[in-house]
């Protein structure tokens, strides 16, 4: 039985092609996710935005609904903080209606509502500068600081865990 630390090691030497054959299955995908989520590191940025990109895809293609999966994925774009991920959180919470309602905006400003603005209405997308400018019913830096230093996900399983028991994880 595989784990979740052998299939983040393959996905982390993989091209994107080979990224998106060992990544296609929906478990698979889960729990490359799910080890992440434990076993993150500064260089997997650029898996972190494919596999985003293949939940994109997953989630398009189911025509609704928003797992934790996609959660996850848009989570930890924002704790990378690179503005440049704003625009791929955007494109995800603007899938359908329950994407929208459970990404949380707070994502979408890494560096604060300013410096997302002023990111948007430079390089869009359409409606990303409306949104973050918005009226926030709460402080958007505490807001961003909760999840931050957010339990959400603090129950994943260590890579070292089954593929099984890391899909089984996140996508319950």
């Known amino acids: 039985m595989p784990t979740g630390a052998l299939l983040l090691a393959a996905a982390r030497a993989a091209t994107p092609d080979q990224l998106r054959a060992l990544a296609g299955p929906d478990d698979a995908r889960a729990a490359l996710v799910a080890a992440l989520l434990t076993s993150r590191r500064p260089d997997d940025a650029p898996l972190l935005r494919e596999l985003t990109r293949l939940e994109i895809d997953g989630v398009d293609a189911a025509g609704d609904g928003c797992g934790d999966v996609l959660l996850a994925c848009c989570w930890m774009l924002f ?12 494109q995800a919470k ?9 990404i949380d905006s707070v ?41 931050r230093n957010s339990a959400f996900f603090a129950g994943a399983p260590a890579a070292t865990a089954s593929v099984e028991e890391l899909a089984r994880y996140i996508s319950s």
């Open 94 to 102: 603007n899938l359908n209606f329950d994407t929208y309602s459970y």
């Open 107 to 147: 994502f979408l400003i890494p560096g604060g509502v300013q410096m997302t603005a002023e990111f948007a209405k430079a390089h869009g997308p359409a409606g990303l500068a409306d949104c973050v400018e918005q009226d926030w019913l709460t402080d958007p830096d505490e807001l961003a600081e909760q999840w």
């Open 79 to 90: 704790l990378v903080g690179d503005l440049a991920d704003v625009e791929l959180i955007w």
